[in-house]
């Protein structure tokens, strides 16, 4: 239950601009002289990004989560850049408590970067935008429990590295394949542009809905691309701890309403050298579709909306089920990622069969429009199979280039007015 109070918001808003205050001039300091001038004024070279983590986390949380710090501060005991640097240091001890592999990071169900538009809120307007979000949408920002819960992911589908620095065993880097920025939970890397605060900042709680909810697409791919790249590790992460009597059967241990007790089991059960390597090698490259010579996954919101439209699949994905969720709503990623790309470019290779069967049940118009882009898609990695739509990506994409230069560009605009009647 995440409880946020009128007092504490009145308090913690005083301390928050404090803290920008005290940002702001690290971010001078360190653009008129870089690490060396930050050093000379006792901070650290990491600055101010490390207090800009504690200071998202600890104006957006729920008012269990730093009180004491608040109280320090208040006292005189923390300066404003301690009290920053000290939220940023609990929420790395949270992260670590809530990881269910030992290597991998926790990336929060609903990004710190949000904070940044909130930090000039009224107390009153932010405590009840908070509140409304718990208690009517069901979310929570920061490191409030249900932001991290379940929020486990590897370096490779969280941020796409192709080397992990954390981890006692090192597996992840002798081990897993290579991952992939574009899909990852930080499919546009780690400081999303799309992220950034609107230049007119909130000041109400409408407004700072309205600000979310423009976000809520991007929030949501970040969500599945990560899922979607983790999905061979949480598979058998998930087997695992089944066969070992700690969770049912068709239950996930991705749940964001997973209990404490639980949760300590499963992380005690895995943190052997074994498990870790077993895990490790499970991560394979995911295969991005081509288009023009770019990942369609990295510009695939139109797929994203597709297969949030199918009910099934989001309800797997709630619940931790990665595998289930793909292959229930892979057919109306492709739909919607078709109409979507179909729509902006109107260039279109020539049909692929298979994929004409995978979604003939669809009907026309919508079945003819995917067959008309089919080329487009290549080794989208669908189920546990690891078998892509058509081909691999590479030779998706080199179809395609031949179809045009063949064909030219009025014949692919023949033929999508073709599909489409």
């Known amino acids: ?11 913690k808003m005083a301390a928050v601009k404090a803290m920008t205050a005290e940002i702001q001039k690290i971010t001078k300091l360190k653009a008129e002289g870089g690490k060396t001038l930050l050093a000379e004024h006792g901070y650290r070279g990491n600055q101010p990004k490390m207090a800009l983590r504690g200071l998202r986390s600890f104006l957006m949380s729920e008012d269990s989560l730093f009180p004491d710090l608040l109280e320090k501060f208040e006292a005189g005991k923390l300066s404003p850049y301690k009290l920053a640097e000290s939220a940023r240091q609990r929420t790395e001890k949270i992260g670590t408590q809530e990881v269910i592999i030992h290597s991998d990071t926790i990336h929060h169900a609903n990004p710190l970067e949000l904070g940044d538009a909130f930090d000039e809120m009224p107390p009153d307007e932010l405590r009840d935008f908070l509140t409304e979000e718990f208690e009517v949408e069901g979310e929570t920002y920061g490191d409030s429990k249900l932001s991290r819960r379940g929020q486990s992911y590897t370096s490779r589908g969280h941020l796409g590295q192709t080397t992990n620095p954390r981890g006692r065993y090192k597996a992840t880097n002798e081990f897993s394949e290579p991952g992939l920025t574009e899909i990852s939970s930080h499919p546009r890397g780690a400081n999303d542009p799309l992220m950034k605060a609107p230049d007119v900042k909130p000041t109400t709680r409408e407004e700072a809905k309205a600000f979310v909810r423009s976000k809520s697409d991007i929030i ?17 992460a998930n087997k695992k701890v089944t066969e070992r009597g700690i969770i049912l059967p068709n239950n996930t241990i991705y749940d ?26 499970a991560f394979k490259t995911p295969k991005p579709t081509f288009l023009n010579g770019k990942a369609m996954f990295s510009q695939g919101l139109g797929g994203i909306m597709g297969f949030l439209t199918n ?33 902006q470019r109107y260039i279109l290779p020539r049909i692929a069969p298979r994929i004409v069967q995978g979604v003939a049940s669809f009907g026309m118009p919508v079945a003819a429009a995917v067959a008309a882009v089919a080329g487009l898609d290549g080794a989208t990695r669908i189920g546990n199979n690891g078998v892509g739509l058509v081909g691999t990506g590479k030779e998706a994409q080199k179809e395609r280039d031949e179809t045009i230069k063949t064909d030219g560009m009025t014949s692919a605009r023949r033929q999508f007015r073709r599909s489409t009647k």
């Open 311 to 343: 009910q099934e699949a989001t309800t797997k994905l709630g619940q931790g089920d990665v595998s289930g969720a793909i292959e229930s709503g892979a057919k109306d990623f492709l739909v919607g990622e078709t109409i979507s790309q179909v729509t």
């Open 220 to 236: 949501k791919e970040s969500r599945i691309l990560g899922a979607y790249a983790d999905k061979d590790v949480r598979d058998l």
């Open 256 to 281: 964001p309403n997973l209990p404490d007790d639980t949760l300590k089991q499963v992380r005690e059960s895995l943190d052997n050298i074994t498990d870790e390597t077993d895990l490790a090698k």
């Open 1 to 11: 239950m995440a409880e946020y109070s009128l007092d504490y918001s009145k308090r």
